[in-house]
């Protein structure tokens, strides 16, 4: 990272590395200067398994990127997709969400965190596309994200 971003850290192996990176483009300045800091993401797609030490989680949110979303390039709605999927956890960190499984949140709490962090993710998504339009990148929707997560759920079903 360069002098004006936060020490992140990424673990995601050298193919997905990058792509994280590219990621944290779409968030805004003010956002990435405050939390990026606070920010770790994991996967387990170049390595069978991966301890996360003790003082990593005690200083940053934890974000784990399962291998069935990681692009593997030449598929622009599953890029799309990825990015939209990393800025979403992203939101629920700044967000500072409670945790529905320590928190015992109702059904009707995480949908409004759900939909908390899906609208912030878009908002930053649709506004790094109007800020960039040189790069001609489409805006993303709201149907385009749930047609993911559905084509996501039924590749979950059949592993």
Not at 57 to 85: M, N, T, W
Not at 126 to 134: A, Q
Request: contains cysteine; negative net charge; glycine residues 2%.
């Amino acid at each position: 990272m360069n002098a004006d971003r936060p020490n992140i850290i990424i673990s995601c192996g050298s193919k997905y590395d990058p792509w994280v990176r590219y990621v944290l483009k779409y968030l805004p300045s003010n956002i990435l200067r405050e939390f990026g800091d606070k920010l770790a993401f994991f996967s387990t797609a170049e390595k069978d398994a991966c301890r996360v030490a003790r003082a990593i989680c005690e200083q940053h949110e934890i974000i784990l990127l399962s291998e069935r979303i990681l692009p593997a390039g030449g598929d622009d709605s599953k890029e799309r997709y990825f990015v939209f999927a990393v800025l979403h956890e992203i939101a629920h960190a700044v967000k500072q969400h409670l945790s529905p499984l320590l928190d015992r949140l109702t059904q009707e709490e995480i949908a409004a965190q759900e939909k908390e962090a899906d609208d912030l993710a878009l908002s930053w998504f649709n506004d790094y596309v109007e800020d960039n339009k040189h790069l001609n990148i489409e805006r993303l929707t709201l149907e385009e994200i749930e047609k993911a997560k559905r084509e996501n759920q039924e590749l979950m079903k059949k592993e």
